[in-house]
Structure formats: structure tokens, C-alpha cells
């Protein structure tokens, strides 16, 4: 049974277009973040949601938006998609450092978007 | 600004030898020091982690060394195995504000019989 899953895992899209990211973690974690890793391989956070709450915004242009129905989900949404969003996204989870003594970030899969 | 340094950038070990890797970080207030595995096609996983109030942290054959008067610290892998092969990301977080990660830029480990 996955604990963080995310859909799709291949997204192939033209340039300009709308897409969106789908995470679900079954942990009961209280925080969700997207991270985005290039090619480079550089992990570099974008968001974190503690309870469907936004508590960091990394600089990231506003084309890039989440959203946190509930606990369990965090979503990314991306317009107007341009060449340089080319990257693997993942979606992550964690209990907050101060009920666990450790920050245990558990990641998805990840969503590799290629933008054409 | 990489608050995480980490290198060798890519290493390659033999079967069976120690594959060492180093990171350093300038921000005093980290207080938490993960080391992340990441297969080809998968998600980071936590390997093993040390606060600082700890010199060393030994998991089966994987160490983490933490020196916190130089700000550094070191992954040990002995008696590397193929299966070993993998990027290993260090990370660090601060003891206050929004406990996000930072992560080091990676280290491409490949292990060779």
C-alpha cells in the first residue's frame, strides 16, 4: 500500500499549457511539501501545507499553485507551462518536528513533466 | 546560496571498500542532519539521520561522522555492495521557523566488482 503516491508519473505537454500534479499520502501526516528536482538532480522545496495551511512559499513564480483540499492531499497546479518547468516534482509528507523529535520526510514516487 | 555543501559530486567505489561522503553547512541554527537515498525512477528515502549533540551514528554499515565545531558531516558506507549504488542527498534543517529541509546537491555513488 503506497504511503505517497502521486499522478501522474509521466507528463509530456506543449509549451503554454495546463497541467496538474496529484498527491495523496495515507500516513496521517500533518505536512505536505512539492520539491522539484532538475537535472541536475538539485532537491529544491517549493511549498509546504501543515494541515491544509500554506507555511512555506519558496520563490517560485505564481504560475505554480497548490492546493490542500484536506490533510491527505496536496495538488500542484502549473500554467502556462514554459521549457525551464522541465523537472521531476515530488510530492512529500511528515509529521511535525516537535510531536516526533525528527523531521521523516517520506517522498512519492515523483512526476516527471516534460515540457515540449 | 547553497547552505548545504556536499561533494564528491559522483564517486566510484570498489566492491567491498568504504565510500565516504562530505557535507558542510554554515548555518548554526541546523539542529538536524539527514542523509537521504534516491534509486534511479524513485523518491528519496531516509537512510539515517544525527543531531548535533552526537559525534557519530551508526546504522548496519552506515555511519554518519558530525563535527560541529567545523560544520561538517560524513556519510560512511562500509563494505560497499553494488546494490549501494545509488545518489545519496545530505540535508539539514533549522531549529526554528518552518523546519523545511535543505538539501545538498547530491552525490552519485556507483559501486564496481
Same mark, same amino acid.
Given at each position: 500500500?503506497?504511503?505517497?503516491?502521486?499522478?501522474?508519473?509521466?507528463?509530456?505537454?506543449?509549451? +503554454?499549457?495546463?497541467?496538474?500534479?496529484?498527491?495523496?499520502?495515507?500516513? +496521517? *501526516?500533518?505536512?505536505?511539501?512539492?520539491?522539484?528536482?532538475?537535472?541536475?538532480?538539485?532537491?529544491?522545496?517549493?511549498?509546504?501545507y501543515n494541515n491544509k495551511e500554506l507555511i512555506i512559499n519558496e520563490t517560485v513564480p505564481n504560475r505554480f499553485s497548490p492546493k490542500s483540499p484536506d490533510k @491527505? *492531499?496536496?495538488?500542484? *497546479?502549473?500554467?502556462?507551462?514554459?521549457? +525551464?518547468?522541465?523537472?521531476?516534482?515530488?510530492? @512529500?509528507?511528515?509529521?511535525?518536528?516537535?510531536?516526533? +523529535? @525528527?523531521?521523516?520526510?517520506?517522498?512519492?514516487?515523483?512526476?516527471?513533466?516534460?515540457?515540449? | 546560496?547553497?547552505?548545504?555543501?556536499?561533494?564528491?559530486? =559522483?564517486? #566510484?567505489?570498489?566492491?567491498?571498500?568504504?565510500? #565516504?561522503?562530505?557535507?558542510?553547512?554554515?548555518?548554526?541554527?541546523?539542529?538536524?542532519?539527514?542523509?537521504?537515498?534516491?534509486?534511479?525512477?524513485?523518491?528519496?528515502?531516509?537512510?539515517?539521520?544525527?543531531?548535533?549533540?552526537?559525534?557519530?551514528?551508526?546504522?548496519?554499515?552506515?555511519?554518519?561522522?558530525?563535527?560541529?565545531?567545523?560544520?561538517?558531516?560524513?556519510?560512511?558506507?562500509?563494505?560497499?555492495?553494488?546494490?549501494? =549504488?545509488?545518489?545519496?542527498?545530505?540535508?539539514?534543517? =533549522?531549529?526554528?521557523?518552518?523546519?523545511?529541509?535543505?538539501?545538498?546537491?547530491?552525490?552519485?555513488?556507483? #559501486?564496481?566488482?
Amino acid at each position: 500500500d503506497t504511503a505517497v503516491s502521486q499522478t501522474p508519473k509521466y507528463l509530456v505537454t506543449q509549451m +503554454g499549457n495546463d497541467k496538474s500534479i496529484k498527491c495523496e499520502q495515507n500516513l +496521517g *501526516h500533518d505536512t505536505m511539501y512539492w520539491y522539484k528536482q532538475d537535472s541536475k538532480k538539485f532537491l529544491k522545496i517549493m511549498f509546504s501545507y501543515n494541515n491544509k495551511e500554506l507555511i512555506i512559499n519558496e520563490t517560485v513564480p505564481n504560475r505554480f499553485s497548490p492546493k490542500s483540499p484536506d490533510k @491527505a *492531499h496536496l495538488n500542484l *497546479h502549473i500554467n502556462s507551462l514554459e521549457l +525551464g518547468d522541465s523537472a521531476v516534482y515530488f510530492c @512529500a509528507s511528515s509529521q511535525p518536528v516537535s510531536r516526533t +523529535g @525528527a523531521n521523516v520526510l517520506t517522498f512519492g514516487a515523483g512526476s516527471r513533466l516534460t515540457v515540449l | 546560496q547553497q547552505q548545504v555543501k556536499q561533494s564528491p559530486q =559522483s564517486l #566510484i567505489v570498489q566492491k567491498g571498500g568504504i565510500s #565516504i561522503i562530505n557535507c558542510a553547512y554554515e548555518n548554526t541554527a541546523f539542529d538536524y542532519f539527514p542523509w537521504y537515498q534516491q534509486f534511479p525512477g524513485k523518491g528519496p528515502a531516509l537512510l539515517i539521520a544525527i543531531r548535533p549533540d552526537v559525534s557519530e551514528k551508526k546504522e548496519g554499515r552506515f555511519t554518519i561522522s558530525f563535527n560541529k565545531s567545523a560544520k561538517q558531516f560524513s556519510l560512511h558506507i562500509m563494505d560497499s555492495q553494488p546494490g549501494d =549504488s545509488a545518489t545519496y542527498f545530505c540535508a539539514a534543517r =533549522s531549529n526554528f521557523g518552518n523546519e523545511k529541509l535543505t538539501f545538498g546537491t547530491g552525490t552519485r555513488l556507483t #559501486i564496481i566488482p
